[in-house]
């Protein structure tokens, strides 16, 4: 009687690991699949704004409406960095993430088009 017992015990166990089992994979499978179409998403806009030639006289009035809040007038810096030579600290691909995800509190994330964010690169350029 207690060996029917047990291994009944033991089907119940191995049917509840395989439940658990699969709607782990299940999860993770979601979690991957949206992490793989943001990425997407996020790549196809870098390449989009890397391939635009911006204005700099255009990069710095956006600068001048959106930024000098926390970066001064000349981005010298108050609460954010100075970013005279940021394109030197951070390659393109790495400001452009830090603008529209506001990476390092406490600068918020900008929603910007790609002509508009290839202009304040092309700006940010002009500052070394």
Same mark, same amino acid.
């Given at each position: 009687?207690?060996?029917?017992?047990?291994?009944?015990? *033991?089907?119940?166990?191995?049917?509840?690991?395989?439940?658990?089992?699969?709607?782990?994979?299940?999860?993770? &499978?979601?979690?991957?699949?949206?992490?793989?179409?943001?990425?997407?998403?996020?790549?196809?806009?870098?390449?989009?704004? #890397?391939?635009?030639?911006?204005?700099?006289?255009? !990069?710095?009035? &956006?600068?001048?409406?959106?930024?000098? !809040?926390?970066?001064?007038?000349?981005?010298?810096?108050?609460?954010?960095?100075?970013?005279?030579?940021?394109?030197?600290?951070?390659?393109?691909?790495?400001?452009?993430?830090?603008?529209?995800?506001?990476?390092?509190?406490?600068?918020?994330?900008? *929603?910007?088009?790609?002509?508009?964010?290839?202009?304040? &690169?092309?700006? #940010?350029?002009? #500052? *070394?």
């Amino acid at each position: 009687m207690s060996t029917s017992s047990s291994s009944a015990a *033991e089907r119940d166990f191995k049917r509840e690991f395989l439940k658990i089992f699969i709607i782990v994979f299940v999860v993770l &499978l979601i979690c991957f699949s949206i992490y793989f179409v943001n990425h997407q998403e996020n790549n196809k806009y870098i390449l989009k704004t #890397l391939e635009i030639n911006g204005s700099v006289e255009e !990069g710095n009035a &956006l600068f001048k409406i959106n930024c000098v !809040g926390c970066h001064g007038i000349t981005a010298r810096g108050l609460v954010g960095p100075d970013l005279h030579s940021i394109t030197q600290r951070l390659n393109d691909k790495e400001i452009i993430k830090q603008v529209t995800g506001g990476l390092t509190p406490p600068m918020p994330s900008f *929603e910007i088009d790609p002509v508009n964010m290839s202009n304040l &690169l092309k700006f #940010l350029h002009s #500052l *070394e």
